[in-house]
C-alpha cells in the first residue's frame, strides 16, 4: 500500500506525458461530480474522506503532492474548508491552482445558497457570513456545481469540450429522471417538522419540504445550555416530533438522550458521498438518505 | 524528486527552528517542574485572542495579537508572582487551574461570537505542512531575539530555574527575573502554538529535555543532546510520515515518544549517566 502509494508519486512526476487531467477536490461530493462530468479524460481525488467533518482536515504530506500536481483544484467554499485549504495550497506551489489561476474552481458560483448575510444572531447557529456551505445536498445545485465543473474542464482541455458537454447532458438527464422519483418518495412525509443537530441541512431540507424547527447544537463544539436542551425538548413534545437526524462524525451523546427523552427517533443521514460504502456517485447520496428518511417518517405529517 | 524536497522544505525548516528555542527552554521547564505552563500560557493566549474578537477585532490582526501578547503577559506575571518560597502549594497547580479556566471562558466567550467561533478553535491545533516562508522567517528573528537574551543572562536565568533559594541569598529578585522568564516564554510560546499546534509545542519543549536528564549532568551537555535529538527526530517523523501518509504533526509527537522509550530502556540496560 505504502509503496504502491509513493510509486504512483513517483511515476506520475515522472512521465512527461500524463493524457488525464489531475482533479483534485476538498470534498467526495465534488469528486463524484467531477468523475460524472469529465468521464475517462480525467483523474480525480478528493482530499476530504466522506466520512470525515470537511471543516477541519489534518494534513498528509499526500495532500500537498496531489496539490503540487494538480490541473484542477475544487472546492466548496464558503468558507468550508477555509481553515485548512487555503493554507495547503500556498504551500504546495503551485501556481496553476492558486485562487484566481483558471486551475482554481470555487463549486458554489451561481449556486442557491441559503442563510446569507445573516446578522449577529446567535439563535441562528454558527453562521458563515457567506451562507450555509452545505449547499451539495440539493440536486439542482448539484446541476450547476457539474455545469461549472464542465465549463472549467472545457477551458482546460478544450479538445476533449465536446466530451465534457455530453457527458453533463446524460448527467443531467439522468439527475432529472431521479430528481422526479425522488420528490415522488418524499410526497409522503411532505412538510413533516423535524430537529437536526446542526445547521447544515437547510438545502436539503428546502428541497425535500422537510420543516427544520431547531438544532440540538445551534454551534458546533461549543455545549448547548441547559436552558436551550430544555426548551428543545419541550417543543420536541409539543409538537410531537418524531425525528432528530444528524452526519456521522459528530458526538451522538446529546442528541440520543434528547431522542430518548422524547420518544424522536435519531436517525444518521450521511451528508456526503462516501461517508458510508454503499454511497458512491451523487444519486446514491440522495437515495440512500431519502429511503431512510422514508423508512423512518414514513406517511406521517 | 526535487519538487517533494522543496515542498516539505519550509515545514522542515520551521521544526528545526522550534527544536533551537524549545529544546533549550524544556530544560528549564522540566527542572523548575512546571512542566504544563506551556498550555497554560497558550490558552491564556487563545483566550485574550477570543476577547478580541469579541471586542469586533480581525482575529489574524494585529490587534487581535496585541489582546494574546497582552494576556500572556499578565499569566507569566502570575506564575512569576505565585511562585512560593515556601512550596505549600505546588506550582503545577496553580498552572493546571488556569489552564482549566481559560480554556472554560474562551468557551463561554465563543458562545456568545456570531461567527469565527470556529476559528478560535484552530488557535490550539496549528497545520504544520501549510506554514509560510514569512512565518518561519518571522519564528526565527523573534527566537533568536529571545535567545539572546537568555544567552546574556544565562547564569542568573539558569540559577533562579535551578537553585532559587541560593539565588535569593544571593540577592536576586526571584519575581522579576520569574517574569522575564515566563514573559519571553509566553511570547514563543503564542508564536509557536498557533503555527504548529499545542501537541508539537509541548513535545519539543518537554521529551528533548527529559531525555537529556537522563543522560547528561552539565547543561551544557544537556543543551547539545537535546538539540540533537529535536533534529534527528525532527527527520525521522517527518520521513515516517511521509511513508505512511500519516498526520504529519502527530506521526512527530508519536516519534517523540518511540524515541524516549528507546533511550530509556538504552538507559535501564547500558547503566547510569555519563
Not at chain 1, 28 to 49: F, N, P, Q, T, Y
Not at chain 1, 221 to 230: E, L, V
Not at chain 1, 261 to 277: C, E, F, M
Request: aromatic share 10%.
Amino acid at each position: 500500500m505504502k509503496t504502491l502509494f509513493l510509486g504512483s508519486v513517483l511515476l506520475a512526476l515522472n512521465s512527461p506525458v500524463f493524457a488525464a487531467l489531475r482533479i483534485v477536490t476538498t470534498t467526495e461530493d465534488l469528486a463524484a461530480l467531477a468523475r460524472e462530468v469529465g468521464g475517462k479524460h480525467v483523474k480525480v481525488e478528493s482530499i476530504a474522506k466522506g466520512y470525515q467533518d470537511p471543516h477541519f482536515v489534518d494534513a498528509k504530506p499526500s495532500y500537498l503532492l496531489k496539490l503540487k500536481r494538480a490541473d484542477l483544484f475544487i472546492q466548496v467554499g464558503l468558507e468550508l474548508e477555509s481553515s485548512w485549504a487555503p493554507n495547503l495550497l500556498r504551500s504546495a506551489r503551485n501556481k496553476g491552482i492558486r485562487p484566481g489561476a483558471r486551475g482554481f474552481l470555487d463549486a458554489s458560483t451561481g449556486c442557491d445558497v441559503l442563510d446569507k448575510n445573516i446578522t449577529a444572531d446567535r439563535s441562528q447557529g454558527d453562521v458563515h457570513p457567506e451562507g450555509n456551505p452545505h449547499y451539495w445536498l440539493d440536486p439542482a445545485n448539484g446541476r450547476i456545481i457539474a455545469e461549472n465543473i464542465a465549463g472549467r474542464l472545457s477551458e482546460l482541455d478544450p479538445d476533449h469540450a465536446g466530451d465534457y458537454r455530453s457527458n453533463l447532458a446524460v448527467f443531467e438527464t439522468r439527475l432529472k429522471k431521479k430528481a422526479a422519483e425522488w420528490g415522488e418518495l418524499t410526497q409522503a412525509f411532505k412538510g413533516s417538522k423535524v430537529v437536526t443537530n446542526h445547521n447544515s441541512w437547510p438545502n436539503f431540507a428546502k428541497t425535500f419540504h422537510l420543516n427544520v424547527i431547531d438544532f440540538v447544537e445551534p454551534k458546533p463544539g461549543i455545549p448547548a445550555s441547559p436552558s436551550h436542551i430544555k426548551n428543545l425538548i419541550n417543543r420536541i413534545r409539543r409538537e410531537k416530533i418524531t425525528l432528530i437526524f444528524m452526519e456521522p462524525y459528530f458526538d451522538e451523546k446529546l442528541p440520543k438522550k434528547i431522542a430518548s427523552d422524547t420518544g424522536a427517533k435519531l436517525l444518521i443521514l450521511p451528508p456526503s458521498v462516501g461517508a458510508v460504502k454503499d454511497i458512491k456517485t451523487y444519486f446514491d447520496l440522495f437515495d440512500h438518505n431519502l429511503n431512510l428518511l422514508s423508512g423512518a417518517l414514513g406517511g406521517k405529517r | 524528486m526535487m519538487d517533494i524536497v522543496m515542498l516539505f522544505a519550509w515545514p522542515f525548516a520551521a521544526l528545526l527552528v522550534i527544536t533551537a528555542i524549545h529544546a533549550y527552554l524544556g530544560l528549564h521547564v522540566v527542572q523548575r517542574e512546571v512542566i504544563f505552563v506551556d498550555l497554560s500560557l497558550a490558552q491564556i493566549a487563545a483566550l485574550g485572542a477570543s476577547i478580541a474578537v469579541l471586542a469586533g477585532l480581525d482575529l489574524h490582526g494585529i490587534g487581535a495579537y496585541l489582546y494574546s501578547l497582552g494576556f500572556t503577559l499578565i499569566g507569566a506575571a502570575f506564575f512569576a508572582f505565585t511562585r512560593s518560597d515556601k512550596n505549600d502549594v505546588p506550582q503545577e497547580a496553580v498552572i493546571g487551574i488556569v489552564y482549566a479556566v481559560s480554556a472554560a471562558a474562551a468557551i463561554m466567550i465563543m458562545d456568545r461570537l456570531p461567527e469565527g467561533a470556529e476559528h478560535l478553535k484552530h488557535i490550539m491545533v496549528g497545520n504544520l505542512l501549510a506554514v509560510t516562508p514569512s512565518e518561519v522567517i518571522k519564528m526565527a528573528g523573534l527566537y533568536a531575539v529571545v535567545g539572546l537574551l537568555h544567552w546574556y543572562w544565562s547564569a542568573s536565568l539558569l540559577l533562579i530555574s535551578a537553585d532559587p533559594e541560593k539565588a535569593r541569598r544571593e540577592g536576586y529578585n526571584l519575581r522579576l527575573w520569574d517574569f522575564l522568564f515566563y514573559g519571553t516564554f509566553g511570547l514563543i510560546v503564542t508564536v509557536s502554538v498557533p503555527i504548529v499546534g499545542v501537541l508539537l509545542v509541548f513535545s519539543y519543549l518537554i521529551v528533548p529535555g527529559v531525555a537529556a536528564l537522563l543522560f547528561f549532568n552539565s547543561l551544557r551537555s544537556r543543551l547539545v543532546f537535546a538539540w540533537g535529538m529535536g533534529a534527528l527526530v525532527s527527520v525521522i517523523g517527518m520521513g515516517i510520515s511521509f511513508w505512511l501518509d500519516s498526520p504529519t504533526g502527530a506521526t512527530i509527537v508519536c516519534t517523540f515518544g518511540g524515541a524516549l522509550g528507546l533511550l530509556a530502556a538504552g538507559r535501564a540496560a547500558f547503566g547510569q549517566r555519563a
